[in-house]
Each structure stands twice: as structure tokens, then as C-alpha cells.
């Protein structure tokens, strides 16, 4: 089993629609990230979380300690929102930081 | 401010060769990490560099090396190269070590070993 799961894997949605990837981990953690990879191979960092939730624009991230799980949404999801989204987490502070990443969430919305 | 800059942007050596990869942080940044992508591994952590030095190492052979200038600018170099060396590598910088820093991660270099 991976240390970070993501799921859906892959994810279909009309324009407008509301959007939601979840990602689930079994590690101890100091903070939790949000990628996204557009074809090409950049990868633009979208939110840091350690607890609670932020917002930006049409964006929503949200993180559950306890649960250990967190979710990103996207509100009124437009065609330029397809993208790979790709959970990350950072533990190991104490012995040297490190990212463990998810598979990525392939989200692609028609118009 | 210029982004975080890697080159070259794509490479092909041919298996046995040994490559080296650049990645020139932002300025101010001074903590660079590495990552491997492949399409069966998914993203994959290599290094991280702060102040000149390794600060931890992800599960790869030692063919796989880096290091970091006193201008927080990094290398990475593998030697000995093998097919299954070709990836996406990402360099990402961060402006210093700990959790409240978060990362901005460059463009890549896309290395195909034939």
C-alpha cells in the first residue's frame, strides 16, 4: 500500500461543474502539499496545508489531521483547469525532510 | 523574479554515459531538492541540498549524486546511465528548510537514455 493515495485517479467533468480529488495518507507528516502538472511537465505548487483549510480563487483545499486525509476542490470548473493533480507530504523533519507524492488525479473538463 | 531554471530542458545519452543536470534555485532560496518522474514510479524524492549540504537522500543507487555551490545553485549527476534512468527530473527550491517553507519547482529536464 502507497503512503499517499489519491483518488480518483482519473476524473471527466463538464464547465462548471464542482470538482473534488481526494488524497488519504498513512504516514506522520508535518505538512501536506497540492501540485499541479500541466502537459509539458511544470509542476506549479497550489496550496501547503498543516491543518484546516485554505482558498484561493475557484480553489479549496482542506486537510483532517486526524483523519489523516485531505481533499482539493474546484469550484466552477473551467477547460483550463485540466491538469494532473498530484498530492504530496512532507515528513521526516527530525531526520531530514522529504516529499512523498500521490499517483496524481488526471482531471480533464469538456466545455 | 526569475523562477527556479533547469538545464538543459531535454537530453539523450546513450546508456553507460553519465549526465549532469543543472538547477539554478530563486534567488535568496537556499534549499534545493530533486525529483525523479517516470511513468510506472510516479514522482519520486532524489536529494536535498541546504548550505552546500546533503541533508537527506531517497532510495536510489549511488549512481545517482548531487551537490550544491555556495550560490545554492545544484547539480546532479548520474553515472553509468541505464534505460530505465529516463525521466522527467525536477528541481524544486525552497528558501530555507522547514515546513512553513513551501517549494517552487522548476520546468524539468526530460533525460532519455537509449
Known amino acids: 500500500k502507497n503512503e499517499v493515495e489519491q483518488s480518483p485517479q482519473n476524473l471527466t467533468a463538464q464547465e462548471g461543474e464542482f470538482i473534488t480529488i481526494n488524497c488519504s495518507y498513512s504516514?506522520?507528516?508535518?505538512?501536506l502539499h497540492w501540485l499541479q502538472q500541466h502537459p509539458g511537465g511544470g509542476i506549479v505548487s497550489l496550496f501547503m496545508?498543516?491543518?484546516g483549510k485554505k482558498k484561493h480563487g475557484r480553489l479549496i483545499a482542506t486537510i483532517n489531521i486526524q483523519e489523516k486525509h485531505s481533499s482539493l476542490h474546484i469550484t466552477a470548473s473551467h477547460p483550463r483547469d485540466s491538469a494532473v493533480y498530484i498530492c504530496?507530504?512532507?515528513?521526516?523533519?527530525?531526520?531530514?525532510?522529504?516529499?512523498?507524492f500521490g499517483e496524481g488525479t488526471q482531471l480533464t473538463v469538456n466545455p | 523574479k526569475a523562477g527556479v531554471t533547469q538545464t538543459p530542458r531535454y537530453l539523450i545519452k546513450t546508456r553507460g554515459q553519465q549526465v549532469t543536470l543543472s538547477c539554478s534555485p530563486i534567488?535568496?532560496?537556499?534549499?534545493v531538492s530533486w525529483y525523479q518522474q517516470t511513468p510506472g514510479q510516479g514522482l519520486q524524492f532524489l536529494f536535498e541540498?541546504?548550505?552546500?549540504?546533503?541533508?537527506n537522500k531517497g532510495n536510489f543507487p549511488g549512481r545517482f549524486s548531487g551537490r550544491q555551490f555556495s550560490n545554492s545553485r545544484s547539480e546532479m549527476n548520474v553515472s553509468t546511465l541505464e534505460l530505465g534512468d529516463s525521466a522527467l527530473y525536477l528541481c524544486?527550491?525552497?528558501?530555507?528548510?522547514?515546513?512553513?517553507?513551501?517549494?517552487?519547482f522548476g520546468s524539468g529536464t526530460r533525460l532519455t537514455v537509449v
Open positions: 534567488s535568496g532560496h537556499r534549499s
Open positions: 541540498y541546504f548550505s552546500e549540504t546533503q541533508r
Open positions: 504530496a507530504v512532507r515528513s521526516g523533519e527530525t531526520s531530514g525532510s522529504r516529499l512523498t
Open positions: 496545508l498543516s491543518s
Open positions: 524544486a527550491s525552497s528558501l530555507s528548510r522547514g515546513r512553513r517553507y513551501g517549494y517552487t
Open positions: 504516514v506522520g507528516i508535518s505538512a
